[in-house]
């Protein structure tokens, strides 16, 4: 067991990954190191490989002589993480660069395919919102310029003001405070009148 965790930390040096694996706790079996490690490997894993699960992933297949074989024609290359696989944005094709991009070439199009995909999505929304917060906008300065000129002295004892006032300051959205307003109108008649003067 020693060994092995000793041969994953030359791994982990190689590829240039700044995790002290500590052995000696691990070694002892305790559940909780043991799980603290897994939690980190989980989080490491999905961070290089954005989260996302390789539903092509066979680990017999992986390990079989085939794919080792293809992996064997580029074997003299530097071994590199797939972090650094995919930021040198290496071609998965050429043979070289590691038994994931070898083997797992078709998964990579397929998660393009989806991206490129959600990428659409994203543009779609992002112009609705743009649409609906200039509609959003212009009904709030229409609703400010009214509220302005129910402000004005000269206005702000008229019923018809105190009534639009009345729908502009309701606080609850599921009670209508137009039923009220009318009422404010109704009751003063002297708005008319003064109309028709």
Same mark, same amino acid.
């Given at each position: 067991?020693? #060994?092995?965790?000793?041969?994953?930390?030359?791994?982990?040096?190689?590829?240039?990954?700044?995790? $002290?694996?500590?052995?000696?706790?691990?070694?002892?079996?305790?559940?909780?190191?043991?799980?603290?490690?897994? #939690?980190?490997?989980?989080?490491?894993?999905?961070?290089?490989?954005?989260?996302?699960?390789?539903? $092509?992933?066979?680990?017999?297949?992986?390990?079989?002589?085939?794919?080792?074989?293809?992996?064997?024609?580029?074997?003299?290359?530097?071994?590199?993480?797939?972090?650094?696989?995919?930021?040198?944005?290496?071609?998965?094709?050429?043979?070289?660069?590691?038994?994931?991009?070898?083997?797992?070439?078709?998964?990579?199009?397929?998660?393009?395919? #989806?991206?490129?995909?959600?990428?659409?999505?994203?543009?779609?929304?992002?112009?609705?919102?743009?649409?609906?917060?200039?509609?959003?906008?212009?009904?709030?300065?229409?609703?400010?310029?009214?509220?302005?000129?129910?402000?004005?002295?000269?206005?702000?004892?008229?019923?018809?003001?105190?009534?639009?006032?009345?729908?502009?300051?309701?606080?609850?959205?599921?009670?209508?405070?137009?039923?009220?307003?009318?009422?404010?109108?109704?009751?003063?008649?002297?708005?008319?009148? $003064?109309?028709?003067?």
């Amino acid at each position: 067991m020693i #060994q092995n965790y000793k041969v994953l930390q030359d791994v982990f040096n190689k590829l240039r990954i700044g995790k $002290n694996i500590e052995v000696n706790k691990l070694v002892k079996g305790r559940p909780l190191d043991n799980l603290e490690f897994l #939690q980190w490997l989980k989080r490491y894993c999905d961070s290089v490989n954005g989260g996302i699960m390789n539903e $092509n992933y066979n680990p017999v297949e992986r390990r079989s002589k085939g794919c080792k074989e293809r992996v064997s024609k580029g074997s003299n290359k530097p071994s590199k993480s797939l972090q650094a696989n995919r930021l040198s944005g290496a071609d998965p094709t050429d043979g070289g660069h590691g038994v994931g991009k070898v083997c797992n070439t078709f998964s990579e199009e397929h998660y393009i395919e #989806q991206i490129q995909k959600l990428s659409e999505k994203i543009a779609d929304l992002k112009v609705s919102v743009d649409s609906t917060e200039k509609e959003r906008d212009f009904y709030f300065s229409k609703l400010r310029d009214i509220e302005i000129l129910c402000q004005r002295p000269e206005l702000e004892h008229l019923p018809m003001t105190k009534a639009v006032r009345k729908i502009l300051y309701a606080a609850d959205a599921k009670d209508s405070p137009l039923p009220e307003a009318n009422d404010i109108i109704t009751k003063s008649p002297s708005l008319f009148s $003064n109309e028709t003067e």
